[in-house]
């Protein structure tokens, strides 16, 4: 028999959800460290000179709720952001008792696991809200219910369905020539978009709904009294602050920290059910001011230009999946090769600013080397590499370029629009060999996704070519 539509299925009580399993990860080192350092010195400026709390008592506000109290909770789904129908039963799709607030022990952490049969409205660009309520033990949290108690009942809406613009297609194809297999993808690729009724413009970002699978209900042990004008900034928009009594509600924190984009599943015609896993328990408060303080870092990162949407996501992926030594390694090392890309540079430019001659050096060796560098700068640059490796990138390409001046003497005739590149080393013949060779096999057997990815393949080989070059 065919389940309802819209209606969830409980598929079984599931445990709580644990680490993945220990792997080795690289990990981008030097933005981890700006953000980790940014994340650190914000929490401890904050916690050590920020506001001082007033002496009276009367201007601060503290936590409605008392240490070990009881609280049940509902979780509603629902299509609509302002949830009201409390008597629909299919709504309901969670209910516990008696979970002891900020108390850490077993009964504070409770999950579940359920199955979704999404509407039609869900599949095309709908969206789905989770509507958690928390009330003392024994209050309902319905408004229309005679036992309703507003000073006992506080509750947030989250939602369940996210939109993220819809990744780059990486279709390759042969470069020169066309074989029988590009064609074929191509057609496939092709017929696969005249099914769309709406042309999309190629500068318009297309937006995909996506299902998150897992959605983690925080309670937020804070027993702190705030100051009812100088509430911590990173923290305001978090607290719930009741109106007649000052005081505010325990803070419901939506933990999606560890919840990455491969693991959202994406929403279409196709899909007949999706997973659902609820979990509550409880966060510490510097754990959630930590987690806070490290979104804003990632945020400003974007803002700046220095980290790109989904480096976030590999960043987390090291604390999950990564040795935590390996990790400490890999930071050392990154510290090191920025350093040692320094003094590289410092030492290149004081050898050629004070070389007055050209013996022993070839002037086709810098030209190549030129070609090199630029050649990884545009491919980085064109994959949108972060601008961290693009800035050391770059400046090694400027100084490549800044020696052929150096090595070589350049004269340009604005008249007859002539250039004249004078130097006195020979060329090699079987640098030339090397580079027609492999540039010839990879042009023509080989699939690339565009050119400057074929020439970062070739690149080795000017490399090769360059030190056999210098050997000549």
């Known amino acids: 028999?065919?389940?309802?539509?819209?209606?969830?299925?409980?598929?079984?009580?599931?445990?709580?959800?644990?680490?993945?399993?220990?792997?080795?990860?690289?990990?981008?080192?030097?933005?981890?460290?700006?953000?980790?350092?940014?994340?650190?010195?914000?929490?401890?400026?904050?916690?050590?000179?920020?506001?001082?709390?007033?002496?009276?008592?009367?201007?601060l506000m503290s936590n409605m709720l008392t240490k070990g109290e009881p609280l049940d909770m509902w979780v509603y789904l629902s299509e609509n952001q302002k949830f009201k129908d409390f008597g629909k039963e299919d709504a309901l799709v969670w209910h516990e008792a008696n979970i002891p607030y900020a108390v850490w022990g077993p009964s504070s952490f409770r999950s579940i696991s359920l199955k979704y049969y999404p509407s039609e409205v869900v599949k095309n660009n709908g969206s789905l809200y989770a509507h958690v309520f928390f009330a003392r033990s024994g209050y309902p949290p319905d408004p229309n219910d005679p036992e309703y108690e507003p000073l006992s009942t506080f509750g947030r809406t989250h939602s369940i369905v996210t939109f993220l613009p819809k990744p780059k297609s990486g279709k390759k194809k042969s470069l020169l020539g066309s074989s029988k297999d590009s064609e074929e993808e191509e057609s496939a690729f092709q017929a696969k978009d005249d099914k769309q009724v709406d042309t999309i413009d190629e500068s318009h970002v297309e937006w995909i709904p996506y299902w998150k699978p897992n959605v983690t209900i925080d309670l937020v042990d804070d027993f702190t009294r705030y100051s009812h004008n100088q509430i911590p900034p990173h923290i305001a928009g978090h607290i719930n602050v009741e109106p007649t009594t000052g005081n505010y509600y325990p803070t419901i924190f939506f933990n999606e920290f560890w919840l990455l984009r491969d693991k959202l599943i994406p929403l279409n015609d196709t899909v007949i059910e999706l997973p659902l896993n609820l979990e509550v328990g409880l966060i510490s408060l510097t754990k959630w001011q930590f987690f806070l303080q490290i979104e804003q870092a990632f945020q400003v990162q974007r803002s700046y230009g220095s980290m790109l949407e989904g480096e976030s996501d590999e960043i987390k992926r090291v604390f999950l999946e990564g040795n935590p030594y390996l990790l400490a390694l890999t930071m050392m090392v990154s510290v090191l090769h920025s350093l040692f890309d320094i003094l590289a540079f410092k030492n290149d430019i004081q050898f050629w600013n004070k070389n007055k001659s050209m013996e022993g050096l070839s002037a086709k060796s810098v030209i190549l080397n030129f070609i090199c560098q630029l050649i990884v700068f545009l491919y980085l640059f064109d994959n949108e590499t972060s601008w961290m490796i693009l800035s050391s990138s770059g400046i090694g390409c400027c100084i490549e370029f800044w020696k052929i001046g150096k090595a070589m003497h350049i004269e340009l005739h604005l008249e007859p629009h002539q250039l004249w590149m004078e130097d006195s080393p020979r060329a090699s013949s079987r640098a030339a060999s090397v580079q027609n060779g492999t540039l010839f096999w990879s042009f023509f057997l080989e699939p690339h996704q565009l050119w400057m990815e074929h020439s970062s393949g070739v690149t080795p080989a000017f490399g090769a070519a360059s030190a056999l070059d210098g050997a000549t």
Do not use: C, H, N
Not at 19 to 37: C, D, S, W
């Open 1 to 59: 028999m065919a389940q309802p539509e819209g209606r969830p299925v409980v598929a079984g009580e599931a445990t709580r959800q644990g680490r993945p399993g220990q792997q080795q990860q690289q990990g981008f080192g030097q933005t981890l460290a700006g953000i980790v350092r940014m994340a650190v010195f914000w929490y401890f400026a904050m916690k050590f000179f920020g506001a001082k709390k007033p002496a009276d008592p009367s201007q």
